[in-house]
């Protein structure tokens, strides 16, 4: 059975990137009808927090990504050190790790001194050859950690002198063990670096896949040498494409946007967001653009995704998220909006006033500024609605028009709507509108844009007859009459 997983660390919010990797081990499992799994590796003590790991699963829920193991909760690798140590032990029973008592800054020293003379920095192996005396005295003053010794396991496991796996994206890549090192696999801490405590898991949790991306690369020949330590098969290969800036910089973490919270806060729809991450870096077939989680579902395999880095195009994302506003019906989307201003007043401590209005006039807003959305966000723009704010005298007239046929545009529209009194739709609506502009031998600049403008105090918003079809009658009686007011003050 397929199995893939994701294994981020809880050091920052749930990135972009990590998202991409999830969806694309969610994606190939679910093609493959296998098992999605979410390990949390918080084995860095100082920089793993709680309030991240939230954040990255209720990030990975907001997305539709559903992980199948555990059943409840998540696997943590804090929780697992006593299987790590297992494992530990028999590296240290068959003499494949020595302990290294070099601090951080004779290490920097040294790999410093490497660089000056053209070498590739990587440890030279000075604590290797310490006597048993000379360690005693060193373990006095500090804990030491533990190297594994390349040169044993390459003599235990009869390996070339280049290694070579097979990447299910990139193909045969090859390294020169002399190019790696001793490398540490338990810290001073006594807890494992990452990739010795993955490769445990990956084995116990019988991962067959690791899909992740292509910064990791140099993680995999490591963990080779490790699955060939500890006498385990590794799962099979393949590395994605970094996320890259227009410029083709490295996607930064601390840049905003770069995190699905971000995201999230901006009103983007998650199937929007979930579209665009499938289109980083893989394509299928027949190259269409717009597609569902159960789309991809059905349609995504590793033959589509590229080598090169993939550019994080914020136009696709919003092109895309236009897409998806429009797609839904009205009524979905005043559920999107409803959920997404609770989810704010949570996460954020924003109250908004279209949580109190009525349900009927919020669907109407949304119907009406559905075309010109491209994330949630954008329809708190129409607050004006029914919290008008003052707006200028000389925003109501026309660019081409003046005050006496504004004013006779106004009066006329007031009457007009006033004694009208069939159904209050907005074609009909327009028809009066479309009426005033006839008699009153006036242009639609005349009539159409005073009267939009005093219903919403703004330069730009929706069609008169869609906002008076919003606000009622009465109250857009009320506004024309404030704006005549204003045009005779």
Avoid at 92 to 113: A, H, I, N, S
Avoid at 268 to 281: E, I, K, S
Avoid at 457 to 468: F, V
């Amino acid at each position: 059975m397929v199995k893939t997983r994701l294994a981020p660390s809880p050091t920052g919010k749930l990135h972009i990137g990590t998202a991409r990797t999830a969806l694309f081990n969610f994606l190939f499992a679910q093609k493959n009808k296998g098992k999605f799994i979410l390990r949390i590796e918080d084995t860095d003590l100082d920089r793993s927090r709680p309030e991240f790991e939230k954040d990255i699963l209720e990030g990975l829920k907001w997305l539709g990504i559903e992980w199948d193991e555990p059943k409840s909760g998540v696997y943590r690798q804090s929780q697992r050190l006593d299987l790590y140590q297992q494992f530990f032990a028999q590296l240290k029973k068959e003499g494949l790790v020595y302990e290294c008592f070099c601090t951080p800054k004779e290490l920097e020293k040294e790999r410093e001194e490497m660089r000056k003379a053209g070498l590739l920095p990587r440890y030279s192996g000075r604590c290797k050859g310490l006597g048993e005396d000379e360690k005693k005295k060193m373990r006095k003053k500090r804990q030491p950690a533990w190297r594994l010794d390349v040169e044993k396991v390459v003599e235990k496991g009869g390996l070339p002198e280049v290694l070579v796996f097979n990447d299910l994206i990139r193909g045969e890549i090859k390294k020169n063990v002399k190019e790696i090192g001793d490398f540490v696999v338990v810290k001073s801490d006594q807890m494992p670096v990452f990739f010795f405590a993955g490769v445990v898991d990956d084995y116990l949790m019988k991962i067959t896949h690791v899909i992740r991306g292509e910064d990791h690369i140099t993680n995999t020949f490591s963990q080779l040498l490790l699955y060939k330590a500890l006498s385990i098969s590794p799962p099979q290969f393949a590395h994605i494409p970094l996320i890259l800036e227009k410029d083709r910089s490295k996607m930064s973490k601390r840049r905003g946007g770069s995190q699905v919270f971000d995201l999230r806060q901006k009103g983007y729809l998650p199937q929007a967001v979930v579209n665009f991450l499938a289109l980083l870096g893989w394509s299928p077939k027949d190259d269409s653009e717009f597609l569902s989680l159960e789309e991809l579902k059905q349609r995504f395999d590793l033959k589509g995704i590229k080598k090169g880095g993939s550019i994080f195009d914020r136009e696709k994302l919003d092109y895309l998220a236009g897409l998806w506003i429009r797609h839904f019906k009205p009524q979905r989307l005043v559920e999107f909006f409803l959920e997404w201003l609770e989810w704010r007043s949570k996460n954020l401590g924003e109250d908004s006033l279209f949580l109190s209005i009525d349900r009927g006039q919020l669907l109407k807003i949304i119907s009406i500024f559905q075309t010109r959305s491209v994330v949630l966000e954008d329809f708190l723009q129409a607050e004006y609605i029914f919290k008008m704010s003052d707006y200028p005298r000389e925003l109501l007239i026309f660019k081409r028009s003046d005050l006496d046929k504004t004013k006779k545009g106004l009066e006329n529209s007031l009457k007009a709507i006033k004694n009208y009194q069939s159904a209050w739709q907005i074609e009909k609506i327009k028809e009066v509108l479309v009426g005033v502009v006839e008699k009153s031998g006036l242009n639609n600049g005349d009539v159409f844009w005073p009267v939009r403008v005093a219903l919403s105090g703004q330069s730009g918003s929706p069609s008169p007859q869609e906002l008076m079809w919003v606000l009622g009658k009465k109250e857009s009686l009320k506004r024309l009459k404030k704006a005549l007011e204003k045009l005779s003050s």
